[in-house]
């Protein structure tokens, strides 16, 4: 239903879907419900079926929804065929390398296991894949909206499944490709306009000492403001950024204005009194 708040500071995301779950149990005795088609179980009912032991394997967080009464039903049909939807929302870990910030695109994967049993009782399988006996209720994931994260574009890759030390899981894969706009406007474009204002000094007369170090100095200052004000908004790695080294190039040109400005002037001063 919705992908949202996707946090590069505690390296998560928002996860709000529904799940239906499907499976078979040929031990029940459907005799007394007398069933002509699906019916729909009360919530007590929950108690006396067999129930799949799923657990979301990377979530941080999660809830049912339970407003006004628990957003879960059961139905059942004639051949013995249990249907569970339930509506969930999750904040899912997403472990994010942000070496190629603010051009990245994070994979991040939400996992589905069985909690106690094992292979050899019950293996999950999405209802999607081919040889799944409820390929025709659809996808096996189906966005119900365009869904656009403010900061990220997302795409949803195929699911797969696999055994894991002896369990089942089923992985869900989203990427997201973050947009570039807000850093362009907020960092690209406002760093190189400095870096070109500092250039301005190469114009100017080199005894104009006083003009040349103000123009120098406040590039300067602006540029480490920028810097200090990217960390704010991106977690304390311990490794360089993408975007780090933007702006400690652009911080290295400004400097090496103030630098070959203070060459010229010690020339110029050096040449005159060679002169005189």
Same mark, same amino acid.
């Not at 996808?139 to 574009?153: F, G, V």
């Given at each position: 239903? @919705?992908?949202?708040?996707?946090?590069?500071?505690?390296?998560?995301?928002?996860?709000?879907?529904?799940?239906?779950?499907? $499976?078979?149990?040929?031990?029940?005795?459907?005799?007394?419900?007398?069933?002509?088609? !699906?019916?729909?179980?009360?919530?007590?009912?929950?108690?006396?079926?067999?129930?799949?032991?799923?657990?979301?394997?990377?979530?941080?967080?999660?809830?049912?929804?339970?407003?006004?009464?628990?957003?879960?039903?059961?139905?059942?049909?004639? @051949? =013995?065929? %249990?249907?569970?939807?339930?509506?969930?929302? /999750?904040?899912?870990?997403?472990?994010?390398?942000?070496?190629?910030?603010?051009?990245?695109?994070?994979?991040?994967?939400?996992? %589905?296991?069985?909690?106690?049993?094992?292979?050899?009782?019950?293996?999950?399988?999405?209802?999607? !894949?081919?040889?799944?006996?409820?390929? =025709?209720?659809?996808?096996?994931?189906?966005?119900?909206?365009?869904?656009?994260?403010?900061?990220?574009?997302?795409?949803?890759?195929?699911?797969?499944?696999?055994?894991?030390?002896?369990?089942?899981?089923?992985?869900?894969? /989203?990427?997201?490709?973050?947009?570039?706009?807000?850093?362009?406007?907020?960092?690209?474009?406002?760093?190189?306009?400095?870096?070109?204002?500092?250039?301005?000094?190469?114009?100017?007369?080199?005894?104009?000492?006083?003009?040349? %170090?103000?123009?120098?100095?406040?590039?300067?200052? !602006?540029?480490? !403001?920028?810097?200090?004000?990217?960390?704010?908004?991106?977690?304390?790695?311990?490794?360089?950024?993408?975007?780090?080294? $933007?702006? /400690?190039?652009?911080?290295? /040109?400004?400097?090496?204005?103030?630098?070959?400005?203070?060459?010229?002037?010690?020339?110029?001063?050096?040449?005159?009194?060679?002169?005189?």
């Amino acid at each position: 239903m @919705d992908v949202d708040e996707i946090r590069e500071t505690t390296m998560d995301f928002r996860l709000h879907f529904y799940q239906n779950e499907y $499976w078979r149990d040929p031990r029940l005795n459907l005799e007394v419900l007398n069933l002509t088609m !699906t019916k729909v179980l009360p919530p007590s009912a929950e108690s006396t079926l067999w129930i799949p032991d799923i657990v979301y394997d990377n979530s941080k967080w999660g809830e049912l929804f339970q407003f006004s009464i628990p957003n879960t039903v059961i139905r059942i049909s004639k @051949d =013995h065929t %249990i249907m569970k939807t339930s509506r969930y929302s /999750f904040r899912v870990a997403c472990p994010m390398n942000l070496n190629l910030y603010p051009i990245d695109i994070q994979n991040c994967i939400f996992k %589905i296991a069985l909690i106690k049993n094992t292979v050899d009782k019950a293996v999950l399988q999405w209802s999607g !894949t081919d040889d799944s006996p409820y390929k =025709h209720y659809g996808p096996s994931i189906a966005l119900m909206q365009d869904i656009q994260p403010l900061k990220h574009r997302m795409k949803l890759h195929k699911p797969y499944q696999a055994i894991e030390c002896n369990y089942s899981f089923l992985y869900a894969n /989203f990427s997201f490709v973050r947009r570039l706009t807000g850093s362009i406007i907020n960092v690209y474009v406002p760093s190189s306009i400095v870096v070109t204002l500092s250039w301005l000094s190469f114009w100017l007369d080199v005894n104009a000492v006083p003009a040349r %170090i103000t123009l120098g100095v406040t590039a300067i200052l !602006t540029l480490i !403001t920028q810097v200090l004000q990217s960390r704010s908004y991106t977690p304390p790695v311990d490794y360089v950024k993408a975007l780090d080294i $933007w702006l /400690f190039a652009c911080t290295f /040109f400004v400097s090496a204005s103030l630098i070959e400005y203070a060459f010229a002037h010690q020339s110029g001063e050096y040449t005159r009194k060679v002169s005189t």
